[in-house]
Nanobody, 123 residues
Framework: QVQLAESGGGLVQAGGSLTLSCASS????????MGWFRQAPGKEREFVAA????????KYADSVKGRFTISRTNAKNTVYLQMNSLNPEDTAVYYC????????????????WGQGTQVTVSS
């Protein structure tokens, strides 16, 4: 059973940066495609970014493209989300997820989820 634990969330001013981390345990990390999703109050959980098993391929939602960077270190069983130029619309609970396939961009493609970490961007 794969377990995922996010960290790094917090309160930041608009224009600031945060880096989220997600540590994986209980599985072979390098065999999972990884992704980040977010859910704002009253809204559906939405795709943010995905990265393939090797890290060679990435995909971003249009709303974060050019501002967020997803990366992974398989030797540390960890995936990261570097977030720059944050704005209040980025306020949400951020979740990492693991997919049994190499790459997935929809919620249905992910089998394992973390508990989430809150990111709040003040104006």
């Amino acid at each position: 059973q794969v377990q995922l634990a996010e960290s790094g969330g917090g309160l930041v001013q608009a224009g600031g940066s945060l880096t989220l981390s997600c540590a994986s345990s209980g599985g072979t990390f390098s065999t999972y495609g990884m992704g980040w999703f977010r859910q704002a109050p009253g809204k559906e959980r939405e795709f943010v970014a995905a990265i393939s098993r090797s890290g060679a391929a990435t995909k971003y939602a249009d709303s974060v493209k050019g501002r967020f960077t997803i990366s992974r270190t398989n030797a540390k069983n960890t995936v990261y989300l570097q977030m720059n130029s944050l704005n209040p619309e980025d306020t949400a609970v951020y979740y990492c997820a693991a997919a049994s396939s190499s790459f997935a961009v929809t919620r249905g493609g992910y089998a394992y989820w973390g508990q989430g970490t809150q990111v709040t961007v003040s104006s």
